[in-house]
């Protein structure tokens, strides 16, 4: 992909990705009331095979959010009794985040709203797309992973030439 002075594609595309999970975040707390983090909370633990709960950090790395942005979530959660943390059986020095019966039925009721979300979200796009644009994130995500910029600008902000190293 070429780069030009400006950032080019490169540079739209991020800042288009940017304004996207932004609109999503604004959108999904305006129209359910709940946060986007939340949201993709309740969805993973209501994940079948995860009815009896999955650990603080498995949470975190799947949802790939923060430790902090992941344990306020949870406080609020927990709070508002759609979720507990229980101590791990295999290591009762861990916890695990299990949606309670009452996040389940929050859960169940939300269906119907996150259906018509996605359908008016999507409302502009034709199967194909949306097939395209799930596999061409899924490509984008794992490159992001690998990013790896090294050296990082030197703290005399940036005078020295770091090609001569």
Do not use: C
Not at 31 to 42: D, K, N, P, T, Y
């Amino acid at each position: 992909m070429i780069v030009n002075e400006s950032g080019g594609i490169p540079n739209r595309l991020f800042f288009r990705l940017f304004q996207t999970g932004n609109i999503l975040q604004r959108q999904v707390q305006n129209e359910m009331g709940i946060s986007a983090v939340q949201w993709a909370v309740l969805g993973a633990l209501s994940r079948e095979g995860f009815e009896g709960g999955t650990s603080f950090n498995q949470l975190k790395e799947y949802l790939y959010v923060s430790r902090q942005n992941l344990d306020g979530v949870l406080k609020r959660m927990e709070r508002d009794g759609h979720v507990i943390r229980i101590p791990d059986p295999q290591d009762r020095r861990a916890r695990l985040v299990v949606l309670t019966e009452s996040g389940r039925l929050f859960w169940g009721r939300l269906q119907d709203s996150i259906a018509e979300f996605y359908r008016q979200a999507m409302q502009g796009m034709s199967f194909d797309d949306g097939v395209s644009l799930l596999h061409l994130l899924k490509k984008l995500q794992h490159e992001l992973i690998d990013v790896s910029l090294g050296p990082t600008i030197p703290e005399d902000g940036g005078t020295e030439n770091l090609s001569a190293k």
